[in-house]
């Protein structure tokens, strides 16, 4: 079973900073890439951070607050975020994306961390 943890979520003020962690655990293969996705409530879930490769790409409402960083030896990404906005409140989660051999498409998941920032 692969799990993703993830850690760092909280409450911050305006203008402060998190970071959040991932780790992948189980048994997997070949991971592609590895993001952050984050879901405000009423919205639908969002692309945040992705990095594969060695190639990172950025929303553009986190351009120049965030930063992906990756380590493939221990399986772990990591999303510093500056500058907090009171519109990055959202469930932040960790994903790993799988291509199989006839390039099917699987993600994994991590379960969610809140991050709260208030203004």
């Known amino acids: 079973q692969v799990q993703l943890a993830e850690s760092g979520g909280g409450s911050v003020q305006a203008g402060g900073s998190l970071r959040l962690s991932c780790v992948v655990s189980?048994?997997?293969?070949?991971?592609?890439?590895m993001g952050w996705y984050r879901q405000a409530p009423g919205k639908q879930r969002e692309l945040v951070a992705i990095?594969?490769?060695?190639?990172?790409n950025y929303a553009d409402s986190v351009k120049g607050r965030f930063t992906i960083s990756r380590d493939s030896a221990k399986n772990s990404v990591d999303l510093q975020m500056n500058t907090l906005k009171s519109e990055d409140t959202a469930v932040y989660y960790c994903?790993?994306?799988?291509?199989?051999?006839?390039?099917?498409?699987?993600?994994?998941w991590g379960q969610g961390t809140q991050v709260t920032v208030s203004s």
């Open positions: 189980g048994r997997i293969f070949s991971i592609a890439g």
């Open positions: 994903n790993a994306a799988h291509y199989s051999g006839d390039g099917t498409r699987r993600d994994y």
């Open positions: 990095t594969s490769r060695g190639v990172t």
